[in-house]
């Protein structure tokens, strides 16, 4: 048995890390408190048990809280209306999602891998219900954007390549043509 104090109000929620002996719990206090869980064998009063992160940054009641993207990132829903992804590695708020005008008491997850075999992309569809009798599905396009814009630094270096190519090779009416389509026009003066 172990007892895990830190909370200064009454505890909503827990939910278990799906990769790492980590527990979220989300209180009435407004925090969502991140512990690490101790050996089995550990006899302190707390079992080795320890809070390792606090995030704050709702105005009221934590109600629910979820770990997303294989266990890097947790969603929390409160008495705000507010749901929150919290990366958990930095300590941050990397989105507030506002569409519910009270409480959200249920928050669920589901991940979904893509169907496209040349992109490997689990993307979550997030689904929160609320006291303002509503469900809101969310769909994760994180990782969707992420690749989208790594595709687009690809492509302007390539395009980048050309152009000193084209500069290299005294093709400068090419050069200029790509140049303006970069928004560049003095990198062809070179």
């Given amino acids: 048995r172990a007892i895990l104090k830190g909370h200064k109000r009454g505890v909503w929620d827990v939910a278990f890390s799906p990769h790492d002996r980590v527990l979220a719990s989300g209180s009435g206090d407004g925090t969502v408190k991140?512990?690490?869980?101790?050996?089995?064998?550990?006899?302190?009063?707390?079992?080795?048990?320890?809070?390792?992160?606090?995030?704050?940054?709702?105005?009221s009641s934590v109600l629910r809280v979820r770990f997303l993207s294989g266990g890097l990132q947790l969603m929390s829903s409160g008495g705000d209306g507010l749901l929150k992804l919290w990366t958990l590695r930095t300590n941050e708020c990397e989105t507030t999602l506002d569409s519910h005008t009270d409480k959200v008491w249920a928050?669920?997850?589901?991940?979904?891998?893509?169907?496209?075999?040349?992109?490997?992309?689990?993307?979550?569809?997030?689904?929160?219900?609320?006291?303002?009798?509503?469900?809101?599905?969310?769909?994760?396009?994180?990782?969707?954007?992420?690749?989208?814009?790594?595709?687009?630094?690809?492509?302007?270096?390539?395009?980048?390549?050309k152009l000193m190519n084209h500069l290299r090779g005294k093709e400068y009416e090419k050069a200029l043509e790509l140049s303006l389509k970069l928004d560049k026009p003095f990198q062809a003066h070179k």
Wanted: contains cysteine; charged residues 25%.
């Fill in 34 to 59: 991140l512990w690490s869980l101790g050996r089995n064998n550990d006899t302190s009063p707390a079992g080795g048990c320890r809070c390792v992160r606090t995030f704050q940054g709702h105005s």
């Fill in 107 to 161: 928050l669920d997850i589901l991940p979904q891998s893509s169907t496209d075999s040349s992109s490997p992309i689990t993307t979550n569809l997030v689904i929160s219900g609320g006291a303002d009798s509503r469900l809101v599905i969310w769909k994760d396009v994180t990782q969707r954007e992420e690749e989208e814009l790594r595709r687009e630094e690809q492509k302007a270096v390539e395009l980048e390549q």
